[in-house]
């Protein structure tokens, strides 16, 4: 709402797939809500009519709203169904991942999404209790003698990463944060600008990379002069963190890193190295 207080002119595009968000949108001709992930914003700006923007805003990661929706299952704080969709009529669930996932596809996500050092352990609990594990306590009581010696003191922050892996999985959210980036390099208008807020490091890097180097790897690029080529100027060499007092109004804002660039007039050189 707060973008659109100040958009004099043009039109304001959303999207989102979680139904629940019709309960909370903007009555304004020159608002428009598209019911799709960002992952299909072409084709989804094209049946608009709109071929270009001036800008994107990416604000990633799961809502408040789902976070303290007990019956989503994405909080460990709640006893519940081990669903963690966003999309209510997707057919993944983290309930279906426990069931079916082989312990090698397990070990994976947990390492990969999660970056968890005991992917193995968490893996093998899982699927030797798979046919016990039905809602949120289930699993945490699962997984709870993975949690070794100092880790016990931060708990939370362990059961935290095995949540956000499955999460990451039911939504397949890193491939839909590539598609986005790779679009917005034909959707942003020439001098358009992309701001991306992150709340985990696997997200981060992928915006830092495409951002520095149009790749999602990091792997660069350059002319005959050196120069780096990306189709974005980085706006930011460092991400935009939140201070003492945002977060004392937001905690959830803690983790948060926003970065932003802009699309080149051509191949622009980048010189230096992010952080």
């Known amino acids: 709402m707060e973008i659109f207080k100040h958009l004099t002119t043009g039109r304001l595009f959303a999207f989102d797939v979680d139904e629940d968000v019709l309960k909370n949108t903007i009555d304004h001709k020159r608002f428009i809500l598209i ?5 299909e914003i072409t084709k989804s700006l094209l049946a608009n009519n709109v071929t270009e923007i001036d800008g994107l805003l990416a604000d990633l990661g799961v809502s408040s709203h789902q ?4 019956e989503r299952g994405f909080s460990t704080r709640f006893d519940s169904a081990l669903d963690m969709r966003m999309n209510k009529k997707g057919e993944m669930t983290a309930s279906k991942i426990i069931k079916t996932y082989s312990e090698e596809n397990m070990r994976k996500i947990f390492r990969e999404y999660g970056e968890l050092r005991n992917a193995n352990q968490v893996a093998k609990r899982i699927t030797a209790n798979r046919h016990n594990i039905k809602t949120v306590n289930d699993l ?12 016990r003191r931060k708990e939370n922050q362990f059961y935290a990463k095995v949540f956000q892996a499955l999460r990451i999985e039911v939504n397949d959210e890193l491939s839909a944060l590539k598609e986005l980036l790779m679009q917005s390099k034909d959707v942003l208008k020439e001098g358009g600008r992309m701001a991306v807020i992150s709340y985990h490091s696997l997200e981060d890097r992928l915006v830092k990379n495409f951002f520095r180097s149009g790749k999602f790897e990091g792997e660069i690029e350059k002319d005959l002069y050196g120069s780096v080529q990306t189709p974005f100027k980085v706006i930011n060499k460092k991400p ?20 932003v660039a802009e699309k080149c007039h051509s191949l622009s050189p980048q010189r230096g190295d992010e952080k």
């Open 35 to 39: 019911r799709k992930n960002f992952s």
């Open 67 to 70: 976070f303290d929706s007990a």
């Open 240 to 259: 935009i963190v939140p201070g003492e007092k945002e977060i004392e109004q937001n905690s959830r804002a803690r983790s948060a890193k926003l970065r």
């Open 140 to 151: 945490k009581n699962a997984i709870a003698p993975s949690i070794r010696g100092a880790e």
